[in-house]
């Protein structure tokens, strides 16, 4: 039992926020494939596959991300007793755990077309760079966004089995989306990362940090409004953005670096905040 929790713990199972907003933009590139006005069943199905896969692989990127990080986990009041930092599991079983995870993962991805499989396969580099680019860059968010929203592309090659330039809009607002929720995020660790060296957005636009987070959601909304110009009106999608684009707003206004606990609850609210999108986006394929 008490080795279960620690697995818990190093994956972060208990924590969803983490898999969903991983799932969110799968379920956005799939909703707009329009699949599920000639196919119920199989959008339903590629939805369940991909949740799998982002709880499979958010869990093994978890791990990897505190091998990569129990130096520096070490030295972080929020981090320091994480499964690897504070010497509760071994390294070596850590990595054991990463390969069994991918490995069950890549079982789901063999379920798709070969395009799919290979911009999966691709993704891998993306997950297990990620972890050391706040060691070079103040822009790992950047790096984080190309990695967490992979999935709208593989979503909509699932069943296109190609990549429109419609898709990579979606895709390139996803990133803007990802950029700012991120940055919020970060916004709990500034104190401890600067003392440690470790980079962030959040670090570098600490004294205008709500305006840089609206910078990156306006141009997320306005990534989107363009794509879908053609399905605003009086009906349920413009219902469903006008909420993601509140979400957002209450987000910004909400956050302040002076109190860690607001940060995590705005970072908690992306959320709905996908949700939201994804019901948007769906509403143009029924």
Not at 117 to 138: D, E, H, N
Not at 207 to 213: D, G
Not at 220 to 227: C, E, F, G, Q
């Amino acid at each position: 039992m008490n080795h279960l929790k620690i697995f818990i713990d190093l994956t972060r199972i208990n924590k969803p926020i983490g898999f969903m907003l991983l799932f969110w933009p799968c379920s956005w590139g799939l909703a707009y494939t329009n699949i599920i006005t000639e196919d119920i069943n199989l959008f339903f199905y590629y939805l369940f596959l991909f949740f799998l896969g982002s709880v499979l692989m958010r869990s093994a990127g978890c791990i990897f991300n505190d091998i990569a990080d129990k130096e520096f986990d070490k030295k972080v009041e929020r981090t320091k007793g994480r499964p690897i930092a504070s010497g509760r599991i071994s390294v070596n079983l850590s990595f054991l755990y990463v390969f069994i995870l991918c490995i069950t993962a890549f079982f789901i991805l063999i379920q798709f077309n070969l395009t799919t499989i290979l911009l999966g396969m691709g993704s891998m580099f993306l997950a297990f760079s990620y972890p050391f680019m706040k060691r070079v860059t103040y822009w790992p968010q950047l790096f984080l966004g190309l990695t967490f929203n992979w999935g709208i592309i593989m979503a909509w090659a699932s069943i296109n089995n190609n990549i429109s330039i419609e898709i990579f809009l979606l895709y390139l607002s996803a990133i803007f989306w990802t950029l700012g929720y991120d940055t919020i995020y970060g916004g709990q660790d500034i104190s401890d990362d600067e003392i440690i060296g470790l980079k962030s957005t959040s670090i570098k636009f600490k004294k205008n940090i709500k305006m840089f987070v609206a910078i990156c959601y306006l141009t997320s909304v306005t990534l989107v409004s363009y794509l879908f110009q053609n399905d605003v009106g009086l009906n349920l999608f413009t219902v469903f953005l006008i909420l993601f684009i509140l979400s957002l707003i209450f987000q910004i206004r909400n956050f302040r670096l002076s109190n860690p606990i607001s940060c995590l609850k705005s970072f908690k609210l992306n959320n709905l905040s996908g949700m939201l999108l994804f019901l948007a986006i769906l509403t143009t394929s029924i």
